[in-house]
């Protein structure tokens, strides 16, 4: 009678350990935004013979296109849990042209992309092997954006913004199903939301001559070195699909 309430205690404990562990979990995804809040990103320009401009203004969000993401998570309970979310936003770009009847042409290729990490917490409604779920989190990302400037008489300059850290919102509503114990397939409709205020844009012309502008609320035309602020939309929504594996 002992060894068999030594065998029960035993397998309770064992029982009781797997659980615990299989309250964490991690997830792996990739999924494909499309612009939300779309702004003015650039201009295409055409100057007629008569001196005429024609404007067509470039808009968008560096937030579409392809992303991938990772998370570590841990459940509290069926109904919720908390996640750590890192995000990679792939590189996305625009271009606007100036275009003369003289022949002279010029382009502006713009690049943004960015990192981010996102603790947000999980509501679950558990059901049999289908789990839909809502999240939302505060998103930190660290964004890079830079531009080219080249024209049809050889001259080219780059510049780089910086800036730092900058924060949003992320979220998400989907559902995981179970393929096994530890192992669900998870698809989300999923949200960020952010613009970039940068500090600073680094410009480097053809001869490799450096200058850095300062972007600031307040400056005047008689300043430099200083120039007014920029906002670099990076919001997006889209569909993330990947798989969540239990420990």
Known sequence: MKKVTLYYT?????????????QIYVKLGAGYNVDFNSVTIGTNTIISNSGVYNYEAVVG??????????????????????????IYK?????????QAVSSYTARNTITGSFFGFAPSFVINVPLDKVKPF????????????????????????KGVFKGGVDYGLTGAAGILIAISDLISINAEIDFVSFDWKPDEVEITDTDG?????????????????????VFIPFSNVGLNVGVQIGF
Request: with cysteine; charged share 20%.
């Open 10 to 22: 035993l397998s309770i404990l064992f029982l009781s350990t797997g659980l615990s562990f299989s």
């Open 61 to 86: 969000t560096f937030g579409k296109g392809v992303s991938i993401s990772g998370a570590l998570g841990y459940n509290f309970s069926s109904y919720l849990a908390c996640e750590l979310d890192l």
């Open 90 to 98: 792939l590189p996305v770009e625009f271009e606007e042209t100036l």
């Open 134 to 157: 809502m999240k939302l989190g505060l998103l930190v990302a660290l964004p890079a954006t830079e531009y080219e400037i080249t024209d049809s008489e050889g001259n080219k300059a």
């Open 209 to 229: 001559n450096t200058e850095v502008i300062k972007l600031e609320n307040e400056y005047t035309s008689t300043d430099e070195n200083r120039d007014g602020p």
